[in-house]
């Protein structure tokens, strides 16, 4: 137990990681750990973050592979410092591309942080634009079968990663098409079943109350247009948004677009990566 007998809580993870710690640190008897987030942490890091391990009471952490960046940062390495009576909750990294087919999240090897100008997520058509020149491609919309296989596929994967990663279920709460903000970025009520979730793992009373997540939406600074086409093919009521909110302000798609067609013609590899690393998408929405 940590000092004074107050429970040590330390969560690791990306953005949606965030959410859950910063609803921990509103609650009352616990002490929840800050620390970087793991994509940010160098070697100077891993001693105070080993330190910090030894004395949690309760690890909540989505999966990292061992060794990540060449550092001690899995998530089994991370849960082997802890204490023998320490609890591990492992989550899974949620995404879902029902509302947002053609949108993915592109990482080139030579350079991680690249990410383009104004939104950071890519649309496969300007990246299939990009690599053909056929910017007849930019208005091409998911008829019905491939509007439910997009979305199934979603589901599919995290079920997958949940089953391999031994996480927390969530897949079951994307069967309903939720109205997510991003493909990376869960609406409240997703993330308050997540949340209610991880507090059912953790020792009986240790947090009573449980803090509410309450009516904001933590993760929807950023949202990305939902094409009136999508909602029709997967037969949902028109609500939008049209264009990009970004920090609040409209960002009209086209403009989005050109930004980031000109952005790939300056910037080498990123293309070429997305072409690669989602060609299984790119053919499952019929765009090449």
Known sequence: MSTADVPS??????CQADVYRD????????E????????????????????????????????????????????RQLAAQLPASATVVLVPVLRYA?????QVLIRPPHDRSLVPPIAPY???RAIVAAATGDRDVLDAAPDTTRAHASANESVEALRSREQAHGT?????LLAGIPRWHTINHPDRPTLAEVFDRILAELPAGMIDPPPRIGDREPLGATRAPVDPAVE???GLPETGPRD????????????????????????PGVVEEGLRRHAARIELLGLM
């Open 232 to 234: 029709r093919a997967l």
């Open 23 to 30: 609803l921990l640190r509103s609650a009352d008897g616990v």
């Open 9 to 14: 809580v330390m969560v690791i993870g990306n």
């Open 98 to 102: 029902g509302l947002h087919p053609y």
């Open 244 to 267: 990009w909110l970004v920090d609040g302000v409209a960002v009209p798609t086209r403009q989005v677009v050109d930004a980031h067609l000109t952005w790939y013609a300056a910037t």
């Open 168 to 172: 927390l279920t969530a897949s079951d």
């Open 122 to 124: 890519h649309d496969l």
């Open 32 to 75: 929840v750990t800050d620390l970087r987030p793991v994509y940010e942490m160098t070697a100077r890091d891993v001693p105070a973050l080993q330190a910090d391990l030894a004395r949690t009471d309760v690890l909540i952490v989505q999966p990292v592979r061992d060794d990540y960046r060449d550092l001690p940062l899995g998530h």
